[in-house]
Nanobody, 122 residues
């Protein structure tokens, strides 16, 4: 499975961006897709996740109410709509695939995209 993340860029605080993650294929074992981010000098952290089947979602507290994860099963694509962006949201954002439940644990994701940079200016 290859994952291709896109949609990053430079935006002012309070602005919006929508990230996309296209999967080359959706294997039977892929249960959910997650978004993670890594800021300079920090560890990679969970942002949001969604299941392919029911569309169930899970968010980090830091993005609840501002970010929305969604999926288009026909296109094997997952989206992350980011609103009310803050400078602390600046990071490289990664998408990943897991067969191990709707989880925030980095170790449970098997396939990772290459990342897309989001920069929020103050």
């Amino acid at each position: 499975v290859q994952l291709q993340a896109s949609g990053g860029g430079l935006v002012q605080a309070g602005g919006s961006l929508r990230l996309s993650c296209a999967a080359s294929e959706r294997t039977f074992s892929s249960y959910a897709m997650g978004w993670f981010r890594q800021a300079p000098g920090k560890e990679r952290e969970f942002v949001a996740a969604i299941t392919w089947s029911s569309g169930g979602t899970y968010y980090a507290d830091s993005v609840k109410g501002r970010f929305t994860v969604s999926r288009d099963n026909a296109k094997n694509t997952v989206y992350l709509q980011m609103n009310s962006l803050k400078p602390e949201d600046t990071a490289v954002y990664y998408c990943a695939s897991t067969s191990r439940g709707l989880t925030s644990a980095t170790s449970r994701y098997s396939y990772w995209g290459q990342g897309t940079l989001v920069t929020v200016s103050s």
